[in-house]
Nanobody, 119 residues
Framework: QVHLVESGGGLVQPGGSLRLSCAAS????????MGWYRQAPGKQRELVAM???????TYADSVKGRFTISRDNAKNTVSLQMNGLKPDDTAVYYC?????????????WGQGTQVTVSP
């Protein structure tokens, strides 16, 4: 059974930093694109950042230059370093693993971790 377990959320003041981590109990971890999504109250879930096994990254425009995604294929982990946090970053953050290399494709989600940015 696949588990994605997030940690590192919490309450932080505007301008502060947090580091989210996700530990994945996935076999063939390197076959998955790992990502972070977020969902604020009343809004749809949106992509924050993703990273391929080779290290190629994609970021939402709203977090470019402030957030950094990274993965450790040896430890089956993915992290999101969040700097310069703003109140608009407040949301539940979800770790995601997806792969089109399997038939059918595979898509897994963590349970989410709350990030609150407030004075």
């Amino acid at each position: 059974q696949v588990h994605l377990v997030e940690s590192g959320g919490g309450l932080v003041q505007p301008g502060g930093s947090l580091r989210l981590s996700c530990a994945a109990s996935l076999s063939s971890f390197s076959m998955y694109v790992m990502g972070w999504y977020r969902q604020a109250p009343g809004k749809q879930r949106e992509l924050v950042a993703m990273v391929t096994s080779g290290g190629s990254t994609t970021y939402a425009d709203s977090v470019k230059g402030r957030f950094t995604i990274s993965r450790d294929n040896a430890k089956n982990t993915v992290s999101l370093q969040m700097n310069g946090l703003k109140p608009d970053d407040t949301a539940v953050y979800y770790c995601n693993a997806h792969s089109r290399l399997f038939i059918p494709s595979r898509d897994y989600w963590g349970q989410g971790t709350q990030v609150t940015v407030s004075p």
